[in-house]
């Protein structure tokens, strides 16, 4: 049982759980962050973002979560308490559901490292039903679309290079084909354009 605030009777602590941007851009107050991983789900790069780091004509690519039982997806969690849990929500409610088309679950998260216990994370997530969903498409054409493509939190190559930066450097572990695949290529195009210049 989450422990609440008797008066407001609002949760007094909450943990969030990051795995696109908010690794390494989470911008809200925590008392703590954790790596780890949730079970479940596949990180995909199958949603769109006509904001944060592409627009109307050229939308970018940033990641989202995909149900499948065989699948686990590290990043990192977030506990918030007191009156960080109303701030970082009202901030991100804003970032990633009016901007982002994200919605929010709750989710069974796995500290890294031995007899960590579970805790419950509420993760934000762009369902398929969403209008900026993009779905799949090969790493080529996926590393061509974040490699042109910016909005205004910068550009969508920063958001793939620091993804991939965080998982090598704290979780490397774990081997993302997926991500790596698409890093792979969308440095295969700035490097076309570098040595055409
Ligand atoms: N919900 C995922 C993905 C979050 C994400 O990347 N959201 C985009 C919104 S489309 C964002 O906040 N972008 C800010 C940025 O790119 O700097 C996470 O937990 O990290």
Redesign the pocket.
């Known amino acids: 049982m989450k422990p609440q605030d008797i008066t407001t009777g609002k949760p007094s602590s909450l943990w969030i759980?990051?795995?696109?941007?908010?690794?390494w851009?989470p911008d809200f107050k925590y008392r703590r962050s954790q790596v780890g991983y949730i079970q479940g789900y596949k990180r995909r790069f199958w949603?769109g973002?006509n904001?944060?780091?592409g627009n109307d004509e050229l939308p970018g690519r940033?990641?989202t979560l995909i149900e499948d039982d065989d699948e686990s997806t590290w990043?990192v969690a977030f506990e918030v308490t007191g009156s960080q849990v109303e701030e970082s929500l009202k901030y991100l409610n804003v970032?990633?559901g009016v901007?982002?088309g994200?919605v929010t679950k709750m989710v069974e998260f796995f500290p890294e490292g031995e007899n960590q216990p579970s805790v419950q994370a509420l993760?934000?997530i762009a369902t398929a039903d969403n209008t900026l969903y993009l779905g799949p498409a090969s790493s080529e054409m996926i590393g061509v679309q974040i490699a042109v493509c910016r909005g205004k939190?910068?550009h969508n190559l920063e958001?793939l290079l620091r993804l991939a930066e965080f998982m090598r450097s704290s979780c490397p572990q774990v081997e993302d084909h997926h991500l790596f695949s698409i890093e792979a290529a969308a440095l295969t195009v700035v490097s076309y354009v570098l040595a055409s210049q």
Request: charged share 25%.
């Open positions: 759980f990051g795995y696109g941007s908010l690794v851009k949603h973002d904001f944060h780091r940033v990641v990043g970032r990633e901007r982002g994200y993760v934000y939190s910068g958001y």
